[in-house]
Protein backbone atom coordinates (compact mmCIF):
# COMPACT_ATOMS: atom_id res chain seq x y z
CA UNK A 1 0.00 0.00 0.00
CA UNK A 2 1.90 3.04 -0.96
CA UNK A 3 0.95 6.05 1.42
CA UNK A 4 0.22 9.38 0.38
CA UNK A 5 3.38 11.82 0.60
CA UNK A 6 1.48 15.17 0.23
CA UNK A 7 -1.19 14.72 3.00
CA UNK A 8 1.59 13.80 5.12
CA UNK A 9 3.80 16.50 4.08
CA UNK A 10 1.37 19.12 4.39
CA UNK A 11 0.57 17.60 8.04
CA UNK A 12 4.05 17.68 8.92
CA UNK A 13 4.34 21.96 8.05
CA UNK A 14 1.14 22.60 9.77
CA UNK A 15 2.08 21.05 13.12
CA UNK A 16 5.86 22.37 12.67
CA UNK A 17 4.02 25.94 11.84
CA UNK A 18 1.67 25.78 14.86
CA UNK A 19 4.70 24.62 16.97
CA UNK A 20 6.69 27.63 15.77
CA UNK A 21 3.24 30.07 16.74
CA UNK A 22 3.07 28.50 20.53
CA UNK A 23 7.02 28.32 20.48
CA UNK A 24 6.68 32.44 19.89
CA UNK A 25 3.90 33.16 22.27
CA UNK A 26 5.68 31.41 25.24
CA UNK A 27 8.90 32.96 24.39
CA UNK A 28 7.70 35.83 24.82
CA UNK A 29 6.75 34.82 28.50
CA UNK A 30 9.73 36.54 29.95
CA UNK A 31 9.74 39.12 27.64
CA UNK A 32 6.84 39.84 26.58
CA UNK A 33 4.40 42.83 28.10
CA UNK A 34 0.91 43.26 26.36
CA UNK A 35 1.23 45.98 23.74
CA UNK A 36 -1.36 49.24 24.30
CA UNK A 37 -4.51 48.37 22.99
CA UNK A 38 -6.06 51.57 23.40
CA UNK A 39 -6.94 53.35 20.38
CA UNK A 40 -6.46 57.14 22.22
CA UNK A 41 -3.47 56.14 24.31
CA UNK A 42 -1.42 54.76 21.23
CA UNK A 43 -2.50 57.79 19.15
CA UNK A 44 -1.32 60.49 22.06
CA UNK A 45 1.40 58.38 23.63
CA UNK A 46 2.38 56.75 20.41
CA UNK A 47 2.63 60.40 18.39
CA UNK A 48 6.05 60.80 20.23
CA UNK A 49 7.64 57.55 21.46
CA UNK A 50 6.53 54.24 21.49
CA UNK A 51 3.70 53.63 23.14
CA UNK A 52 4.98 51.79 26.18
CA UNK A 53 3.24 48.79 27.67
CA UNK A 54 1.34 49.70 30.70
CA UNK A 55 2.53 46.33 32.74
CA UNK A 56 6.10 48.20 32.69
CA UNK A 57 5.51 50.55 35.12
CA UNK A 58 2.82 50.55 38.76
CA UNK A 59 0.35 52.65 38.97
CA UNK A 60 2.11 55.35 41.04
CA UNK A 61 4.55 55.73 38.46
CA UNK A 62 1.69 56.25 35.67
CA UNK A 63 -0.47 58.34 38.10
CA UNK A 64 2.38 61.02 38.65
CA UNK A 65 3.62 60.80 35.16
CA UNK A 66 0.25 61.54 33.65
CA UNK A 67 -0.82 64.22 36.74
CA UNK A 68 2.61 66.45 34.94
CA UNK A 69 2.64 66.15 31.39
CA UNK A 70 3.33 70.03 31.67
CA UNK A 71 7.10 68.18 32.51
CA UNK A 72 6.92 65.04 30.67
CA UNK A 73 10.65 64.50 30.32
CA UNK A 74 11.47 67.97 29.37
CA UNK A 75 8.04 68.07 26.66
CA UNK A 76 5.17 69.60 27.40
CA UNK A 77 2.72 67.14 26.74
CA UNK A 78 -0.62 68.83 27.97
CA UNK A 79 -3.81 66.97 26.87
CA UNK A 80 -7.47 67.75 27.28
CA UNK A 81 -8.70 66.71 30.90
CA UNK A 82 -10.91 64.10 29.33
CA UNK A 83 -8.12 62.24 27.12
CA UNK A 84 -6.14 62.47 30.14
CA UNK A 85 -8.51 61.08 32.98
CA UNK A 86 -9.34 58.53 30.15
CA UNK A 87 -5.69 57.42 29.24
CA UNK A 88 -5.08 57.62 33.20
CA UNK A 89 -7.69 54.76 33.83
CA UNK A 90 -6.13 52.43 31.10
CA UNK A 91 -2.66 52.56 32.77
CA UNK A 92 -3.62 52.46 35.80
CA UNK A 93 -6.24 49.40 35.00
CA UNK A 94 -3.17 47.67 32.70
CA UNK A 95 -0.45 48.77 34.83
CA UNK A 96 2.16 45.85 36.87
CA UNK A 97 0.81 45.96 39.83
CA UNK A 98 -2.91 45.21 38.27
CA UNK A 99 -3.15 42.12 38.68
CA UNK A 100 -4.33 41.93 35.43
CA UNK A 101 -1.08 41.34 33.37
CA UNK A 102 1.17 38.15 34.23
CA UNK A 103 4.76 39.60 33.46
CA UNK A 104 4.42 43.20 34.92
CA UNK A 105 5.64 41.50 38.39
CA UNK A 106 9.21 41.09 37.51
CA UNK A 107 9.62 44.47 36.93
CA UNK A 108 8.66 45.20 40.31
CA UNK A 109 11.13 43.42 42.38
CA UNK A 110 12.67 45.63 44.44
CA UNK A 111 10.41 48.86 43.43
CA UNK A 112 8.24 51.07 45.88
CA UNK A 113 4.20 50.24 45.10
CA UNK A 114 3.65 53.85 46.50
CA UNK A 115 6.45 55.79 44.42
CA UNK A 116 7.88 53.64 41.44
CA UNK A 117 10.28 55.48 39.34
CA UNK A 118 9.16 57.88 36.39
CA UNK A 119 11.12 56.00 33.52
CA UNK A 120 11.30 52.29 32.86
CA UNK A 121 14.86 52.47 32.01
CA UNK A 122 15.51 53.24 36.16
CA UNK A 123 13.77 49.99 36.90
CA UNK A 124 16.36 47.22 38.40
CA UNK A 125 15.21 44.37 36.07
CA UNK A 126 15.44 47.13 33.14
CA UNK A 127 19.20 48.04 34.06
CA UNK A 128 20.15 44.68 35.01
CA UNK A 129 18.55 43.27 31.61
CA UNK A 130 20.83 45.62 29.72
CA UNK A 131 24.18 46.19 31.77
CA UNK A 132 26.17 45.37 28.79
CA UNK A 133 25.28 47.78 26.62
CA UNK A 134 28.36 50.46 26.37
CA UNK A 135 27.40 54.04 26.72
CA UNK A 136 28.60 54.83 23.13
CA UNK A 137 25.49 52.14 21.95
CA UNK A 138 22.90 54.59 23.26
CA UNK A 139 24.36 57.52 21.80
CA UNK A 140 24.68 56.04 18.34
CA UNK A 141 22.50 57.18 15.90
CA UNK A 142 20.78 54.10 15.53
CA UNK A 143 19.65 54.31 19.19
CA UNK A 144 19.00 57.77 20.44
CA UNK A 145 18.64 56.65 23.81
CA UNK A 146 17.40 53.63 26.55
CA UNK A 147 13.85 55.05 25.75
CA UNK A 148 13.82 53.85 22.34
CA UNK A 149 12.92 50.27 22.39
CA UNK A 150 12.27 49.74 18.75
CA UNK A 151 16.51 50.28 18.33
CA UNK A 152 17.14 46.69 19.15
CA UNK A 153 14.05 45.12 19.96
CA UNK A 154 12.25 45.02 16.41
CA UNK A 155 8.61 43.81 17.47
CA UNK A 156 8.81 46.06 20.73
CA UNK A 157 5.43 47.36 18.99
CA UNK A 158 4.06 44.28 19.43
CA UNK A 159 4.76 43.80 22.97
CA UNK A 160 7.93 41.62 22.10
CA UNK A 161 11.09 42.35 23.51
CA UNK A 162 13.48 39.69 22.80
CA UNK A 163 16.61 40.48 21.01
Known amino acids: ?17 S ?10 GGHFFPPVADPLVREECGSCHLAFA ?3 LPKSSWTRMMG ?3 NHFGDDASIDTA ?29 SMENGPLR ?10 HRGISPAEWKS ?11 CHVDA ?3 YYDE
Not at 1 to 17: D, E, N, Y
Not at 19 to 28: F, H
Not at 83 to 111: H, M, P, W
Request: positive net charge; glycine residues 10%.
Open 68 to 70: DLK
Open 141 to 151: KKVGSKANCVA
Open 120 to 129: ITELPKWVSE
Open 19 to 28: GVLLERAQAG
Open 54 to 56: PSM
Open 1 to 17: MKIPFRPIALGLVVLLF
Open 157 to 159: ERG
Open 83 to 111: KTERITRYLNANAADSGSQRNGSKFLRGV
